[in-house]
């Protein structure tokens, strides 16, 4: 009957348009949550940078990620109870638990390296330059890939251009000269991409979570015998310092962390990696209005092309599975 026919259709159109706005609903909410997760990295090179003034990097270092690890244990123990499986026998726990200690010591060591060469060299940079140098990291990972005898996207080599480019105008002066801390923080950067690569190995068979709380307790332990080593311990200064080590540790890797979790559950891919990169952007402003930062317009420049270098990258292969795993161990 054209009636009925009629009926039936409008009802399918209606509930194929609900089903449309109910999906852009959840991305716009998955894109605000990851907003806000980069609006949170962003200004946590804010506090690395101020937190230098009063601590070691080594002692920042240490506390921050200590107190990283302790803000995921409620999380941990919460998803750990929804995912009990009262079938898994103790050999199974025990193999899993050597699994989540090896993966994360390695992960650990190699995240260690990366952010002290990062905390060091805010130490003779800005905040704003240090994050977009530290961006870099994006475009290396696909790039590591020709090692593992990977075809390499066109784009890539593209971005990766772009990027040297932004790392020129950023870091090199007039007189060819680049500041240590630039040098420092372009080392960050390859390591970062090592990093990203032994997560995107590991979290195939261990639990994401379980191994973060290991790897930043092993990244703190590391700091903290550097800290003893070379640096005088003094709890005045660290109390002087508690603002940036509570953001740094709290809300850069529990709060942020969540947000990008729940974000990315949303969100497509390519918008989850392009709105995360922005926290590059977000630390030039918070750099401007806290600590009264500011570049050249040669400066400027760079942060342009290194910007559109890693947009081009988001859009070269698996970008999502770079997304998910690298930018929130950045910072």
């Given at each position: ?13 209606l ?40 601590i ?17 244990l ?52 800005t ?48 007189n ?27 979290t ?75 926290e ?26 290194m ?25």
């Amino acid at each position: 009957k054209p009636h009925s026919f009629r009926f039936i259709m409008r009802n399918v159109i209606l509930n194929r348009r609900k089903g449309m706005n109910k999906m852009q609903k959840k991305n716009l909410k998955g894109n605000v949550l990851l907003l806000f997760a980069a609006a949170i990295w962003g200004f946590a090179f804010v506090a690395q940078r101020v937190g230098v003034t009063h601590i070691g990097s080594y002692t920042f270092t240490a506390l921050r990620f200590a107190l990283g690890a302790l803000s995921l244990l409620p999380v941990i123990f919460i998803t750990s109870k929804k995912a009990e499986n009262p079938q898994k026998n103790n050999f199974s726990k025990k193999e899993e638990l050597k699994s989540v200690i090896k993966s994360g010591t390695i992960a650990g060591i190699v995240l260690f390296s990366a952010v002290i060469l990062q905390q060091v060299g805010l130490e003779d940079t800005t905040a704003g330059k240090a994050a977009f140098i530290t961006g870099f990291y994006i475009i290396l990972v696909p790039a590591f890939g020709v090692f593992f005898k990977q075809r390499v996207n066109a784009k890539t080599w593209v971005a990766s251009i772009l990027a040297i480019l932004g790392m020129y105008f950023l870091s090199v002066n007039e007189n060819f000269y680049i500041a240590k801390g630039d040098l420092l923080v372009f080392g960050c950067s390859f390591f970062f991409a090592a990093h990203i690569l032994l997560i995107n190995k590991y979290t195939c068979y261990v639990d994401t979570l379980k191994m973060s709380f290991v790897q930043y307790i092993v990244c703190s332990a590391i700091s903290f015998l550097c800290a003893v080593a070379f640096e005088d311990i003094n709890i005045l200064n660290i109390q002087k310092a508690a603002v940036p080590i509570l953001y740094g540790g709290f809300f850069s890797v529990g709060v942020a962390y969540t947000l990008q979790a729940y974000g990315q559950k949303y969100a497509k891919a390519s918008h989850a990696a392009i709105i995360m990169s922005l926290e590059s952007v977000f630390a030039v402003i918070g750099g401007a209005l806290l600590l009264k930062e500011s570049m050249s317009l040669r400066g400027y420049l760079g942060c342009l092309f290194m910007l559109a270098g890693v947009i081009v990258s988001q859009y070269v292969g698996k970008s999502g599975e770079i997304s998910k795993t690298g930018t929130d161990l950045a910072n």
